[in-house]
């Protein structure tokens, strides 16, 4: 009696295994930075508009339904925000996603501060974190690192 207990037991247990190990393995997105946009900020923060640029190297879509990002500069955090915005980036495409970012100004002018006291520095190193928000269990986690135009920085960003 106790050997029929224990293989009704590991039936169910190897059947989720199994079905586990049949999930597809995908590649996490790469998410680049296409722009900074600034917008109105309240009391002693700034805000911008990042805007990303998705890209899916993947045979199937993403979906989504909001993003979180958190962006470090010259190795040091930054700004971080959300966005609820829902959509789609097709297999083996791309779409931008603007998400709202907040700066304390207490970090801009550390920040500020930081880039003055280096040579004529036109491009900024930055880390990007995040996430893709889906169904149950299906985040779309990714991480990137880039440079940022500061020149660029407050321009519209392409489209």
């Known amino acids: ?8 037991a590991l039936v169910p247990a190897a059947l989720a295994l199994g ?3 049949s999930f597809p393995t ?5 998410v680049l930075v296409a ?12 805000r911008f508009l990042v805007k990303l640029r998705i890209q ?6 993403i979906d989504f339904r909001g ?5 470090d500069l010259l190795g040091q955090p930054f700004a971080s925000g959300v966005s609820d915005a829902s959509g789609t980036v097709p297999r083996f495409g ?23 006291s280096q040579e004529s520095r036109s491009k900024l190193d930055y880390q990007l974190r995040g996430k893709l928000a ?3 269990f299906a985040a779309a986690r990714f991480e990137s690192r880039g440079e940022l135009d500061v020149a660029a920085l407050g321009r519209p960003a392409p489209r």
Do not use: K, W, Y
């Not at 709202?100 to 550390?110: K, W």
């Open 26 to 30: 995908t590649d996490p997105p790469r």
């Open 56 to 61: 899916n190297p993947n045979e199937a879509a």
């Open 67 to 71: 993003a979180f990002v958190e962006l």
């Open 94 to 116: 791309e779409a931008v996603l603007g998400v709202p970012v907040t700066v304390s100004a207490l970090t801009a002018l550390r920040q500020a501060l930081r880039i003055a």
């Open 134 to 136: 889906g169904s149950l």
């Open 1 to 8: 009696m106790n050997t029929r207990r224990h293989l009704f």
């Open 19 to 21: 079905a586990c190990a």
């Open 35 to 46: 722009g900074v946009e600034p917008l109105p900020g309240e009391g002693l923060e700034l």
